[in-house]
């Protein structure tokens, strides 16, 4: 019987975190019916829904004991996965801690800090988020993984490390999970993975949370949130690669042009923590435009998507992204930049624009607004996460086997066959009006 220690912490209490305890829920069951035995970490923040995603399983659930700084050294962890003589960990988020005593696997949402490292940390930003501590500590590991060390040119410390123990942790994993063909192909291209040990277990959707509610409960919200007129929504981070501001700025510098009641609902508790959104309000005399939404809980979330004129996304770079999926689900319309992994993971059901057009980016929010943009999020057939469930169980069983090809038992669907997301070319191109 073998022992997977299977890790949903992540950063930040958002996609990334809905990702790993979605997985579990549904792995979770096909794990124990295949004769494993599982045992998962948490988040103290995730403790009741992990507990409630292996509900009946026998599934052990242990939260970390305290907060980790940027590397990954847990002490703590190392020690669980000797006591539970674990025969794999598996991450959904985490850089596994490089000094991890069992075979791994974890997952790798995407390289935007490799790919764009103007908009990661600098060395300076790094110490004042995190201390000049942990400064020190990126010094003293890179210093112990000199041979992975391929510095270029006016790299910063922070960025020198992070690329450094990618290498290194790439490596020496048994297997790696992409949520996209889009990460797969950067992490093959940049880090020089071998296809081979790529196995692709996409985002999905909850259609039982995820679906379109109806008058009442979208009356309901827009009372709430005092909501008289045609809303945006952005939903998430607001980490440099969602520019979360310019989209606030584009959309600020066009309301005249939008109905006088419009608004941008900001869903997420992380937007109202950007000073440069509220100077730009300020200035701009725009301050009543943004409605900062703060958490909301998954209920209100569907009927916010389901009264909502569109949900509005920037990013220049993503591996996937759940809150379009979770939009389109509720019959809400998304615009979303014209990249990679959003035309692989959003297919015709989005209308997308080129990241580097204000312009068009102005008037598909004006169209949306007043109603004219058309109906792309009827056609959207959301993958369901059963289906990513068994692909990790797949994936996992090839990484217990110790080969690529090794077979591992089928349950009740077989993850191979699993339905992909729209390939690249399935796509919505949009025009000026």
């Not at 764009?116 to 590991?141: I, T």
């Not at 598909?364 to 993958?383: C, K, N, Q, T, Y």
């Not at 069983?397 to 729209?422: H, N, Q, S």
Request: hydrophobic share 45%.
């Amino acid at each position: 019987m073998p022992t997977v220690v299977f890790d949903v912490r992540a950063n930040h209490d958002t996609g990334v975190s809905r990702y790993g305890l979605s997985l579990l829920a549904t792995a979770a069951p096909l794990a124990v019916r295949a004769g494993w035995r599982l045992l998962s970490v948490a988040q103290p923040i995730q403790e009741e829904r992990a507990r409630a995603a292996t509900a009946g399983l026998g599934v052990p659930v242990v939260t970390c004991p305290h907060e980790e700084g940027f590397v990954r050294r847990a002490p703590w962890l190392r020690d669980l996965l000797v006591e539970q003589d674990a025969d794999l960990y598996f991450t959904s988020h985490y850089l596994p801690d490089r000094r991890c005593p069992v075979p791994f696997v974890f997952t790798i949402h995407d390289l935007t800090r490799l790919r764009f490292p103007e908009l990661s940390y600098s060395d300076a930003s790094f110490a004042e988020r995190f201390g000049v501590g942990e400064m020190d500590l990126l010094r003293r590991e890179l210093a112990e993984l000199s041979a992975w060390d391929q510095s270029e040119d006016g790299d910063g410390l922070f960025t020198r490390y992070f690329r450094t123990i990618n290498r290194h942790l790439v490596q020496r994993a048994e297997r790696l999970i992409t949520v996209s063909r889009s990460t797969a192909s950067d992490v093959a291209g940049i880090l020089g993975v071998d296809a081979a040990r790529l196995d692709l277990v996409p985002c999905a959707v909850d259609g039982g949370v995820f679906h379109r509610r109806d008058v009442t409960a979208v009356q309901a919200v827009r009372r709430h949130y005092g909501l008289a007129g045609p809303y945006l929504m952005f939903v998430g981070l607001v980490h440099p690669n969602k520019r979360f501001p310019w989209l606030v700025e584009q959309l600020v510098r066009a309301r005249h042009r939008f109905p006088a009641d419009a608004r941008l609902v900001a869903v997420g508790g992380h937007a109202e923590q950007t000073r440069e959104v509220h100077r730009l309000l300020w200035r701009h005399d725009a301050t009543d435009f943004v409605v900062f939404a703060g958490r909301v809980c998954d209920g209100d979330l569907a009927a916010l998507y389901s009264g909502a004129a569109a949900l509005v996304t920037a990013s220049i770079n993503e591996g996937s992204s759940l809150p379009p999926m979770e939009a389109m689900a509720c019959g809400c319309q998304v615009i979303a930049t014209d990249i990679p992994a959003l035309r692989e993971s959003l297919g015709r059901g989005a209308t997308l624009f080129d990241p580097a057009r204000a312009d068009q980016f102005a008037d598909l929010a004006e169209a949306a607004l007043r109603g004219r943009l058309p109906d792309h999020a009827s056609i959207f057939r959301p993958l369901e996460w059963r289906a990513s469930g068994h692909r990790l169980v797949h994936a996992l069983g090839k990484a217990l086997a110790g080969t690529a090809g090794a077979a591992v038992e089928r349950t009740d669907a077989a993850p191979d066959c699993v339905t992909t997301p729209t390939t690249p070319s399935g796509f919505v191109h949009s025009r000026p009006a």
